[in-house]
C-alpha cells in the first residue's frame, strides 16, 4: 500500500515575493489588466497571483535588455565572475526561504527543492570560474603572412522560457551561462510557478546592473511567442515540451535567430542478465520518482532481460511499495509529492487509465490517490507491449512502465525506438556491454549502472525530438556567445 504522509506541520511560507514583473531592475506592474492565479497542487488553493504578461511587457523588457547590453559584455570576465560568485552567496544565504518557497509553490519534497537550490548555486559558482578559463583556437599564421585570431563574443540580448518542474534550477541553469558568456536577457518563467524566480530576481537585484535581467510574467503563447519572434534578440532558449519548442523554433525562423532546445525524454532503463538487480531496483526508487517523476530525465521506461524480469520487478515493486508521499509540510521522509496543476494530474490518470483498458497491469500504484490535491500513487507497470502509449510517449508522472528483450541487439533496437533522444542507463557488470551499448544509444547522456546523477561540470540535453543545445558546463558558453574570426595581414 503507497503511503501518504500527513501534514499537519504549520505553512511552509507566510509571504511571497513581489508578484510583478521585474523590468529594468526594479519590480513594475503589468500593462494589461490580465492576472494569473499560482496555485498550491497539494490543496488546491490559490497561493498567489501575478500579472498576465503581455506583447507591450515583453518590448518594454527587452528595451531595457538592449540599453544594459553593451556595459554588461563590456565588463572584463573577472568582474562578472566575480558578480555571479555574488550571486551564489545570495542564494545560498537565503537557501532555506528558497526550498520552502520552492515547495509551496510546486509541491515538491523539501529535500527535492533543497537539492535544486544547491544545484543552482553550484551552477552560478561553476560559471563563474569558466568564464575566466574559456578556450579557443589558437592565434595563429593559418595563410602565409596572415595571423588569425579567434573571439568569443555574446549574442546580445536573449529571451529564455523556463519550466514548471525546475522553476529555480531551470533559471539558473540559463541565466549563469548567459550571464558569464555577456549577454542579457528577458526571462519568462512558467505560469503555473513563477515565485522562485521572481525571488531570485528580487535576491540579485542590487548585484546586477539594471537590465541585466529582466523577468516578465506571462503565457506561452503571448510572452513566450514575442520572444521567439523578437527582432531584437540574439536567442530564443527554451526549456519544455516538445510542442512548445517547436512553436518556439517556427517563430524563431522568421528573424534567423539562434534556437537553444531542451525538450523532453522518454527514458530508457537497460537491464542486462548480469546487472545487479537490487541496486538497479534502488537506484529507480529515486531516478523514476525524483520530482514526482516530473522529470525530463526520469528514468521512466525499463527494458529488462527476459531471464531476470520477475525477480527484478519484484525487488523494484517493494522499492516502490515504501515510497511515502505527501505534502513537503509532512517532512523530510516524504520522497513524492503532487502533480503541478489539474491538468497535468488529469493527463497523467488518463495516460494510466487507457493503460489498463489496454491490458497492461499495475504491479503497484496505478491510481490517482484519495484526498484533496493532485496526488497518483506511484505506479509499476507491467505486461507493456512493443509500442504501447505508455512506453513510447512521455508521461511525466511517477510511472515505471517495464518491457522485456530477448538479446543485445533487440533491447538497443527499442530503446531508440522512441523520438525524444535525452538520456538513458544501461545496467551490467560486463565490460564490453558497458562499453559497446552506450554508443549505439541515440541519447544526449548515458550512465551506466546509475541514473539521473548531473554535475555542473559535464553537459546536459539531448537528441531527435528532444531538442539541441547544451546546458551546463563549457559547452552552455559557447551555446550562448558567438565566433568571430579576425585576421592580419603582416606580410611586408
Given at each position: 500500500?503507497?503511503?501518504?504522509?500527513?501534514a499537519d506541520?504549520?505553512?511552509l511560507?507566510?509571504g511571497?515575493p513581489?508578484?510583478?514583473?521585474?523590468?529594468?531592475g526594479?519590480?513594475?506592474?503589468?500593462?494589461?489588466?490580465g492576472?494569473?492565479?499560482?496555485?498550491?497542487?497539494c490543496?488546491?488553493?490559490?497561493v498567489?497571483v501575478?500579472?498576465?504578461?503581455?506583447?507591450?511587457?515583453?518590448?518594454?523588457?527587452?528595451?531595457?535588455?538592449?540599453?544594459?547590453?553593451?556595459?554588461?559584455?563590456?565588463?572584463?570576465p573577472r568582474?562578472?565572475?566575480e558578480l555571479?560568485h555574488?550571486?551564489a552567496d545570495?542564494l545560498a544565504?537565503?537557501?532555506?526561504?528558497?526550498?520552502?518557497?520552492?515547495s509551496?509553490d510546486?509541491g515538491?519534497p523539501?529535500?527535492?527543492s533543497a537539492?535544486?537550490?544547491?544545484?543552482?548555486v553550484d551552477?552560478f559558482?561553476f560559471?563563474?570560474?569558466?568564464?575566466r578559463?574559456?578556450t579557443?583556437?589558437?592565434?595563429?599564421e593559418?595563410a602565409?603572412?596572415?595571423?588569425s585570431?579567434?573571439l568569443?563574443?555574446?549574442?546580445g540580448?536573449i529571451?529564455v522560457?523556463?519550466?514548471?518542474?525546475y522553476?529555480?534550477?531551470?533559471?539558473?541553469?540559463?541565466i549563469a551561462?548567459?550571464?558569464?558568456?555577456?549577454?542579457?536577457?528577458?526571462?519568462?518563467?512558467s505560469e503555473?510557478?513563477p515565485?522562485?524566480t521572481?525571488?531570485?530576481?528580487?535576491?540579485?537585484?542590487?548585484?546586477?546592473?539594471?537590465?541585466v535581467l529582466?523577468?516578465?510574467?506571462g503565457?506561452?503563447a503571448?510572452?513566450?511567442?514575442?520572444?521567439?519572434?523578437?527582432?531584437?534578440l540574439g536567442?530564443i532558449a527554451?526549456t519544455g515540451s516538445?510542442?512548445?519548442?517547436?512553436?518556439v523554433?517556427?517563430?524563431?525562423a522568421?528573424?534567423l535567430?539562434?534556437?537553444?532546445?531542451?525538450l523532453?525524454?522518454?527514458?530508457?532503463v537497460l537491464?542486462?542478465?548480469?546487472?545487479?538487480?537490487?541496486?538497479?531496483?534502488?537506484?529507480?526508487?529515486v531516478?523514476?520518482?525524483w520530482?514526482?517523476?516530473q522529470?525530463c530525465?526520469?528514468a521512466c521506461?525499463?527494458?529488462?532481460?527476459?531471464?531476470?524480469?520477475?525477480e527484478?520487478?519484484e525487488?523494484?515493486?517493494?522499492e516502490?511499495?515504501e515510497?511515502v508521499?505527501?505534502e513537503?509540510r509532512?517532512?523530510?521522509?516524504?520522497?513524492?509529492?503532487?502533480?503541478v496543476?489539474?491538468?497535468?494530474?488529469?493527463?497523467?490518470?488518463?495516460?494510466?487509465?487507457?493503460?489498463?483498458?489496454?491490458?497492461?497491469r499495475?504491479?503497484?500504484?496505478?491510481?490517482p490517490l484519495?484526498?484533496?490535491?493532485y496526488f497518483?500513487?506511484p505506479t509499476?507497470?507491467?505486461?507493456?507491449p512493443?509500442?504501447?502509449?505508455?512506453?513510447?510517449?512521455?508521461i511525466?508522472?511517477?510511472?515505471?512502465?517495464?518491457?522485456?528483450?530477448?538479446?543485445?541487439?533487440e533491447a538497443v533496437r527499442?530503446?531508440?525506438?522512441?523520438?525524444?533522444?535525452l538520456?538513458a542507463?544501461?545496467?551490467t557488470?560486463n565490460?564490453?556491454?558497458?562499453?559497446?551499448v552506450?554508443?549505439r544509444?541515440?541519447?544526449?547522456t548515458?550512465?551506466?549502472?546509475s541514473?539521473?546523477?548531473?554535475?555542473?561540470?559535464v553537459p546536459w540535453?539531448?537528441?531527435k525530438?528532444?531538442?539541441?543545445?547544451?546546458?551546463?558546463?563549457?559547452?552552455?558558453?559557447?551555446?550562448?556567445?558567438?565566433?568571430?574570426h579576425?585576421?592580419?595581414n603582416?606580410?611586408?
Amino acid at each position: 500500500m503507497i503511503r501518504r504522509a500527513a501534514a499537519d506541520a504549520p505553512p511552509l511560507v507566510t509571504g511571497f515575493p513581489a508578484a510583478r514583473h521585474f523590468i529594468d531592475g526594479v519590480f513594475v506592474e503589468g500593462s494589461g489588466e490580465g492576472v494569473i492565479e499560482v496555485v498550491d497542487p497539494c490543496t488546491e488553493e490559490v497561493v498567489a497571483v501575478v500579472p498576465e504578461g503581455t506583447v507591450e511587457d515583453v518590448d518594454r523588457a527587452v528595451a531595457a535588455a538592449v540599453a544594459a547590453r553593451s556595459g554588461w559584455a563590456g565588463q572584463l570576465p573577472r568582474q562578472r565572475s566575480e558578480l555571479l560568485h555574488s550571486i551564489a552567496d545570495r542564494l545560498a544565504e537565503n537557501a532555506d526561504e528558497l526550498s520552502r518557497l520552492e515547495s509551496a509553490d510546486t509541491g515538491k519534497p523539501l529535500p527535492v527543492s533543497a537539492d535544486d537550490v544547491a544545484q543552482a548555486v553550484d551552477t552560478f559558482r561553476f560559471m563563474a570560474g569558466a568564464v575566466r578559463a574559456t578556450t579557443s583556437l589558437a592565434a595563429g599564421e593559418y595563410a602565409q603572412d596572415h595571423l588569425s585570431v579567434i573571439l568569443r563574443e555574446p549574442l546580445g540580448v536573449i529571451g529564455v522560457v523556463t519550466p514548471w518542474n525546475y522553476p529555480l534550477l531551470m533559471a539558473a541553469w540559463k541565466i549563469a551561462p548567459i550571464l558569464a558568456a555577456g549577454n542579457t536577457l528577458v526571462l519568462k518563467p512558467s505560469e503555473q510557478t513563477p515565485l522562485t524566480t521572481l525571488k531570485l530576481a528580487e535576491l540579485v537585484a542590487d548585484l546586477l546592473p539594471p537590465g541585466v535581467l529582466n523577468v516578465v510574467n506571462g503565457y506561452g503563447a503571448v510572452v513566450g511567442a514575442r520572444l521567439a519572434e523578437h527582432p531584437d534578440l540574439g536567442m530564443i532558449a527554451l526549456t519544455g515540451s516538445v510542442a512548445s519548442g517547436r512553436a518556439v523554433a517556427r517563430a524563431a525562423a522568421e528573424s534567423l535567430k539562434r534556437v537553444h532546445l531542451e525538450l523532453g525524454g522518454k527514458a530508457p532503463v537497460l537491464v542486462f542478465p548480469d546487472a545487479d538487480l537490487g541496486a538497479a531496483a534502488a537506484a529507480l526508487r529515486v531516478a523514476g520518482f525524483w520530482n514526482s517523476g516530473q522529470e525530463c530525465g526520469a528514468a521512466c521506461r525499463v527494458l529488462v532481460h527476459e531471464s531476470v524480469a520477475g525477480e527484478f520487478v519484484e525487488r523494484l515493486v517493494g522499492e516502490v511499495r515504501e515510497l511515502v508521499v505527501g505534502e513537503p509540510r509532512g517532512g523530510d521522509g516524504v520522497e513524492v509529492g503532487p502533480m503541478v496543476s489539474r491538468a497535468h494530474f488529469e493527463r497523467v490518470a488518463g495516460y494510466l487509465e487507457r493503460a489498463r483498458k489496454d491490458g497492461v497491469r499495475a504491479a503497484v500504484g496505478g491510481e490517482p490517490l484519495d484526498g484533496p490535491g493532485y496526488f497518483i500513487a506511484p505506479t509499476v507497470l507491467v505486461d507493456v507491449p512493443e509500442g504501447a502509449e505508455v512506453a513510447r510517449e512521455e508521461i511525466f508522472g511517477p510511472v515505471i512502465t517495464v518491457e522485456t528483450f530477448t538479446d543485445e541487439d533487440e533491447a538497443v533496437r527499442r530503446a531508440n525506438s522512441v523520438s525524444l533522444g535525452l538520456s538513458a542507463s544501461v545496467w551490467t557488470e560486463n565490460a564490453r556491454l558497458a562499453q559497446s551499448v552506450p554508443s549505439r544509444l541515440d541519447f544526449g547522456t548515458v550512465w551506466v549502472n546509475s541514473h539521473l546523477v548531473l554535475a555542473s561540470e559535464v553537459p546536459w540535453g539531448g537528441f531527435k525530438g528532444s531538442g539541441y543545445g547544451r546546458d551546463l558546463s563549457l559547452y552552455a558558453l559557447d551555446d550562448f556567445s558567438r565566433t568571430k574570426h579576425v585576421m592580419h595581414n603582416r606580410g611586408r
